[in-house]
């Protein structure tokens, strides 16, 4: 009887933008590697090639797909946009492979599938903590960690940071928990001198529904509040919405702050000049963007994100 092996982690197609990697070849080598030998995830971290946090820039360009796992699949008007795991295992190949991509932002599932696949070498890899806040459930702002726990859990598997979302409604006493929380996270990072990438909202129930509050005031309440999190802020980043009035929200912090992308509605266009006009500020240092470069418009995810690595690492517009 002949025994059919996985194809070693090392040799297992590295994807090219277009859907090579989503073939049924690749789905089914991937998934006989965990079958047969899921202590490969295991060894593939401790034997990762790591970097520095930021280059001589001081500028971060992060790729973000952590959204499937608080069951946020849409994508503009495709509520499943997000679905297949190898498409959006392609999509992200073909970003992270692109120069001026910096890392990724993501849960244990989706990191390890690229992780697998070599394509964390020499990158910045950030560990979504929290998201068992699920999108339109009631309990959507008693957002548990349920990805990696812990900053324990992240320095064992020797990723760069932990990203904890932390949405405050002053009508939901589940808020009270995800702080306490991310205060923990804050502190437990800072202790392995490793970036805690904190996201706030001031957030509502409009009709049943979570609704974040983006005029500058709410903004600039949530960062004051997301700031002092955690007995240092010494490895504190913000993860913050591109908002009206950003000059003055940014008087707000002297933390170094990532702008997020959201589940682009506009033309491009609109976004990447929004993005470049933001980078301007002093304590703006980078794009933690997913569905907008991952699922651009047109369909070419090496453009889109050939576009945002000028802006933030090419100069401002």
């Known amino acids: 009887m002949t025994t059919n092996h996985p194809t070693p982690a090392n040799q297992l197609p590295t994807g090219q933008a277009g859907g090579s990697w989503g073939s049924a070849q690749a789905l089914g080598d991937l998934t006989e590697l965990r079958v047969r030998h899921p202590e490969r995830i295991t060894e593939a971290w401790q034997q990762r090639r790591r970097r520095e946090l930021v280059g001589d820039d001081g500028r971060l360009l992060i790729v973000a797909a952590d959204h499937p796992a608080r069951g946020a699949l849409g994508v503009r008007d495709d509520r499943m946009a997000m679905a297949s795991r190898p498409a959006l295992i392609d999509r992200l190949l073909a970003a992270l492979e692109r120069p001026g991509v910096d890392g990724v932002l993501a849960t244990p599932d989706v990191l390890e599938d690229l992780l697998l696949l070599g394509a964390l070498e020499g990158k910045i890899v950030i560990g979504s903590m929290n998201r068992g806040g699920l999108q339109g459930a009631s309990f959507e702002l008693d957002d548990r960690f349920t990805a990696y726990r812990t900053a324990d859990e992240i320095a064992a598997r020797r990723l760069d940071g932990g990203k904890m979302l932390t949405r405050i409604d002053l009508g939901d006493p589940g808020t009270v928990a995800t702080l306490e929380s991310s205060a923990a996270a804050v502190t437990g990072l800072a202790e392995h001198k490793l970036m805690a990438m904190v996201e706030p909202f001031w957030s509502t129930r409009k009709d049943g ?14 960062i004051h509040i997301a700031a002092g999190l955690g007995a240092t802020s010494a490895y504190t980043w913000l993860k913050l919405p591109v908002v009206d ?3 003055r929200v940014m008087e707000a912090t002297t933390l170094p702050t990532l702008l997020l992308g959201g589940d682009p509605t506009g033309a491009p ?6 993005w470049g006009k933001a980078l301007s500020l002093p304590s703006v240092r980078g794009l933690v963007v997913g569905r907008a470069l991952l699922f651009p418009p047109d369909g070419n995810v090496r453009a889109a994100v050939d576009q945002a690595a000028t802006l933030v690492h090419g100069g401002a517009a």
């Open 269 to 274: 266009e609109e976004t990447y000049a929004s």
């Open 245 to 247: 009035d950003l000059p």
């Open 209 to 222: 529904r979570v609704t974040n509050l983006l005029d500058p005031d709410s903004v600039i309440k949530s």
